[in-house]
Every structure is written in C-alpha cells, then in structure tokens.
C-alpha cells in the first residue's frame, strides 16, 4: 500500500533533527525539495547522523537547546517536533532535561508554527499507553501509566506534550497533529542508547551474551525507520489531528528476537536472561487502522529484511570506529 504524495514543502524545522528518526526526516524533506533547518542540541543526537547532509543544498544546522529558544529565521510551513530524549538510558540519565524538552520544548515548537502558520507534528510515543490493559492498543485507549515511575519522566513529558498540543489546536487554531511511534529501528541508532534491537545487535557482533529481560515473552512491534518516516510524513500532508498510531501491528517476542538477531549476525553468542525494568511493558502493538483508512498508510518492510539492514549498518558502524 502506498500513501499518496506530500505537499511541496518550500521549508521544515526539524527539531531534535541530528537524532536517529529526525536525521532520517531532514533527508527525506530534502530529498522531496524541502529546505530544512535541523535544531538540535545534540545532548543525546549524532553529528555523525548528520553529517552526509551538511553540504547538501537547503540544509542548514542550528545548535540549539529548543527549551530556551528556537532561533530560527526563514519563515517555515512544517514543523516537525522530534527533540526528546527517546531511549531509556538517556531518559534515566537526562530526566529533568526530558521533561523540559516535553513541555517547554514543545511550547516553543508550538509557538514557531503558530507563529508562521505552520502544519506541526508532535512526534509522541506508545509508551503514553503504559503498560497496557488493552491489546492492541488504538488511539482511543486513555493507558496505564505510572507517573511517579523511573519511566514516567518520558511517558508524562509525551503525555503532557500531547495536551499542550491539544490546546494549541482548539485555543489558537493552530495546525496540529500527534504521531504516537512505536519501537522504530534502523541505521542511525547509537549501540549504547539502551533500546532492544540496538543492545542486541551489538552484544551479538561482540560475541557477548544476549541479555535478555526476564522470561522474554514480553512482545514489542517493530518498525523500521523507513516505514516511519513515511508515516509521520503522509500524517504530515494531511489535515487529520491525531493522535495517531504510526507503527507495525506485527508482535515479537523479546526470546525470539534474541534468537533472530544471533542468527542473522551468524553470532555465537549465547542467550542470557536479567532482571525486567521496573514498568516494563508486557505487551506493546498497536492497532493501525486510522493510519490505514485516513492516510493510506501501513508498514512495508518486514521485520528480517529491516534488521539485515540494520545489521549491516551497525556492522559498518563499528568497523569504522575502529578504524578512527
């Protein structure tokens, strides 16, 4: 299934644009003709995700910590708000600068496109829905969410953001929409950022230990950046508000991506299992069928193709930093 064209964006503002989906975005908008202003303030992004962009014509780099000020002066028509601390070990390790960034962050996100007449897209997460009493989890699942938990920081910041947002709609009549994104994976991610597919991927290109939560049949729903980028876009060019589920409705257990990843790095590693995270989620797939029918849009990449590329990637990735 494909999704139908994107409006011809003149310029876009990706905030957190040097971070693994963001980066991801800024080329997609340029390669459609965008200009595009990446802030970041790369407390958690890669200058290296950025880096093939930077000589690229209409790409400009603004370092900034988007909850003091969006110093931005060509006049944008989309905003993408994707600054945040997205992982758990950045999270844990940067709590009050997540909350900040969800709420002071996203005014001023806010407050640009309300400013320029501006289309904004609040990238939002699955982890809103906590760990969930419902499943599959669609949009109209209020979650279970533990707001004094170690994870509530990045949940109640999303939360909050998405409130924010909500009122700028219906007070302002600014043009919103929410993307709720699960799980996305891909080139681009850094191996010690603490996410699933990542520390498996590494441990096993390391020959280390698969360290695997608990019994590993908690499940996750995978999604490759490409299919993501699609999705935030194609909800992007539309005038729907959201809050929407971009993400594959296909579950995986942890056990069994363990095993995949071994075999697909053709790893000797061996399967190991710790303690589960507080809060950790038991289940987390979405129901995608207002992305479906409103935007014309579902995952195309299946989960073996996406991390044979990932893979290679972060094969690629770790020969080159040996090499430096």
């Known amino acids: 299934m494909t999704t139908a064209l994107a409006p011809s964006w003149e310029h876009a503002v990706v905030t957190g644009g040097a ?3 963001g980066s991801h975005l800024c080329a997609a908008l340029l390669d459609a003709g965008a200009a595009v202003t990446c802030v970041d303030d790369f407390s958690t992004g890669r200058p290296e995700n950025i880096s093939p962009l930077l000589e690229r014509p209409g790409f400009t780099l603004v370092q900034a910590d ?8 060509q006049r944008p028509d989309l905003v993408l708000h994707f600054a945040s601390p997205a992982s758990p070990a950045d999270y844990l390790r940067l709590p009050l600068h997540t909350l900040e960034t969800g709420s002071l962050g996203t005014r001023n ?25 419902q499943h599959p989890q669609d949009e109209r699942y209020w979650g ?6 170690p994870r509530s920081v990045y949940s109640e910041a999303k939360r909050f953001g ?9 007070t302002h009549d600014t043009d919103t929409c929410v993307v709720r994104l699960f799980n996305t994976y891909g080139p681009g ?23 695997v939560t608990g019994d590993g049949r908690q499940t ?3 999604c490759y950046v490409d299919d993501t980028v699609r999705g935030v876009l194609a909800a992007a060019a539309h005038d729907m508000r959201g809050p929407v589920n971009i993400g594959s409705p296909t ?51 299946r989960a073996e193709e996406g991390l044979r590329r990932a893979i290679a990637w972060f094969r690629e990735d770790a020969m080159a930093a040996m090499a430096d």
């Open 109 to 133: 996100a806010l407050d640009l496109a309300h400013s320029a007449d501006a289309r904004f897209v609040l990238a939002s997460t699955s982890e809103v829905y906590g760990d969930p009493l």
């Open 189 to 211: 991610m850094r191996g010690e950022d603490g996410r699933v597919v990542p520390a498996f991927v590494r441990q096993a290109l390391a020959g280390e230990p698969l360290t």
């Open 66 to 73: 988007v909850t003091e000020e969006l110093p931005v002066k």
């Open 19 to 21: 971070g693994f989906v």
């Open 251 to 301: 579950e995986i257990s942890m056990l069994d991506l363990a095993r995949l990843i071994v075999e697909l790095t053709g790893s000797s590693s061996e399967i190991r299992p710790v303690a589960r995270p507080v809060d950790d989620p038991a289940v987390r797939c979405p129901d995608i069928t207002l992305a479906r029918d409103k935007l014309g849009w579902e995952p195309q990449v």
């Open 144 to 149: 279970n969410v533990n707001p004094v938990g």
């Open 220 to 222: 996750r729903s995978l």
């Open 162 to 170: 998405e409130a924010l947002t909500t009122a700028y709609a219906e």
